[in-house]
């Protein structure tokens, strides 16, 4: 069985349709047609359940080789239109057995939770944890649901930095400030202080770029009617012009921040995807939250504290102080002859370079 889960808009309540999956291929393309009614892409969705649908060979154990059905594509093709996304799993990595023994026995991964963008965006962390099989042939679903721990933000470059005006003049004001202390100390602390005020001034100018997006395109549509029903003047063409280029400026920049946090390194440069990278970096966020781990002693556990503890305890252990004595260690000069300390020592000469 599918449960379909959607907030209604307006109302604050969850909807939930039920329908029953099938092994016949037109029973399932109604099945996607039926459940793309309720993929609107703006209200937050969760599909889950018996899908009857294997998508790879990974996803099968025995039994005949692995095929890429008709099925299969309409269901592939379902999840891209509708921007749906496999939930990372824990557990099993095969759902569904026939129960047989020797060669007869079939594992396949049959059930599987999906979810939206939108959704993703309001939960941010979402596992599905595959229990044991006891009373079926299927394993039961665990949907868990985490909100990110609030860390201390570690402030690294961004590349949309270099698009901003005022961003040269910014780093030369910082960076013309003096600093006490070594100079390894000193460059330390202006770097610092360059990052922060780069970062603050991309924060704000970052919440401007999407109201400036919407304003420019307005403001292009209007012209744009205006020209409709008559021709323009040379200044009003030349505002037009003017607030296209200043347009794709704007999603240029968009695009640099959003392509540097989806970390998507096979995109060719140039593609302007924001929505694609949007859900990339979501996608990526979830799928490195830690949500188990082993302990020492070899068991898992998903409790906070317990990871916490977990990574504190191994990190002290590996970076604690250790005593080296270099007595009867033997001696650089007994270990080399004098021509090759000479040929260490020397300096590098421009054919070697």
């Not at 309540?13 to 109604?30: L, P």
Request: charged share 30%; hydrophobic share 35%.
């Amino acid at each position: 069985m599918i449960l379909g889960l959607l907030n209604v808009a307006g109302k604050g309540e969850w909807k939930i349709a039920s329908v029953y999956g099938s092994t016949n291929m037109f029973d399932k393309r109604k099945l996607w047609l039926d459940l793309e009614k309720h993929c609107t892409g703006i209200l937050p969705m969760l599909i889950g359940g018996d899908f009857n649908c294997v998508m790879s060979q990974e996803e099968k154990r025995g039994g005949k080789r692995f095929v890429l059905s008709q099925g299969s594509k309409d269901f592939s093709n379902f999840l891209i239109q509708n921007d749906l996304h496999d939930v990372k799993t824990i557990g099993p990595k095969f759902t569904w057995c026939n129960n047989k023994i020797g060669n007869a026995r079939i594992l396949e991964k049959l059930d599987r939770c999906l979810i939206n963008s939108c959704a993703l965006d309001i939960i941010h962390v979402a596992v599905v944890k595959h229990l044991s099989r006891v009373a079926s042939d299927h394993c039961p679903l665990l949907l868990n649901v985490f909100k990110p721990v609030e860390f201390n933000r570690i402030i690294r470059y961004e590349e949309v930095w270099a698009y901003y005006f005022g961003a040269t003049a910014l780093v030369r004001k910082i960076w013309s400030k003096e600093c006490r202390g070594d100079p390894a100390s000193a460059l330390n602390v202006k770097f610092k202080r360059t990052l922060k005020a780069l970062y603050y001034c991309s924060k704000a100018k970052f919440k401007n770029l999407n109201s400036l997006r919407d304003k420019l395109k307005d403001e292009i549509s209007g012209i744009q009617l205006e020209e409709s029903d008559g021709e323009l003047s040379a200044d009003k063409l030349q505002v037009l012009r003017f607030k296209i280029n200043e347009l794709n400026v704007t999603l240029a920049r968009l695009n640099t921040w959003w392509r540097q946090r989806a970390k998507a390194k096979w995109m060719e440069e140039g593609d302007c995807n924001s929505s694609f990278f949007h859900a990339f970096a979501n996608s990526r966020r979830s799928s490195n939250w830690i949500n188990h781990i082993k302990t020492v002693d070899g068991t898992l556990s998903e409790e906070e504290d317990v990871i916490r503890k977990t990574f504190s305890d191994y990190f002290r252990r590996k970076w604690q102080h250790r005593r080296c004595s270099l007595e009867g260690w033997p001696s650089p000069l007994e270990t080399i002859c004098e021509r090759e300390q000479n040929l260490l020592d020397a300096d590098f000469s421009r054919e070697e370079l």
